[in-house]
């Protein structure tokens, strides 16, 4: 009787494993989803500048140009080939495509006291403006507003996204050889930085 008994065993274990021959599966779908977002920098810092430009000119979010860059003791602009510019920094974020827009809302620095033209004088100065993710030639380069409240994109739509990055902002005064006499006044312009995510 002993020896039956591992035998039995054997088959019993040998019917439960056998497959059998209809089968059914299903599937599951999981899905989870990330909120996109991106943010701008909430501070800026001096990076860089060019000719006779300090960090000492820029705090917070204003950078203020030596009024002799501007115009000479006569009121003359001063003209020359190069420009003067500035370049802040700040960190930002962001997970997925987007777009920025900058807005030039007096279409470079202008001298807003006085609305219209005074013949024989000059009452803007043309801005360049770059925005840019860092260590990347993409972005709005070297952009010359035109008029009050001119704007210029960048899609970044298609590229991989920069995660926690540090972004730039230059600003440069364009001393225009042609450069007329200056009224006088301050001249000023404020630059809107806007990153928008598509849909």
Known sequence: MKAIIPVLGAALLTGVATPAFAQDSQSVDIIGTAAAFCTLPTSWHFQSST???SSSQFS?????????LIADNTGAGVSSTTEVAIRVRGTGSCNTSH???LRSINGGLANTTVTTPVSGFERTRRMTYNANWTGTTAGVIGWIPTGPGDTAS????????PGTHDFDVRMGLVRDPTAGPMLAGTYTDNLVITITIPG
């Open 51 to 53: 000719n006779n430009v």
């Open 60 to 68: 917070g979010t204003t950078w203020s140009i030596n009024p002799t």
């Open 99 to 101: 777009t920025i827009t």
């Open 154 to 161: 960048y899609d970044y739509v298609g590229i991989a996204p």
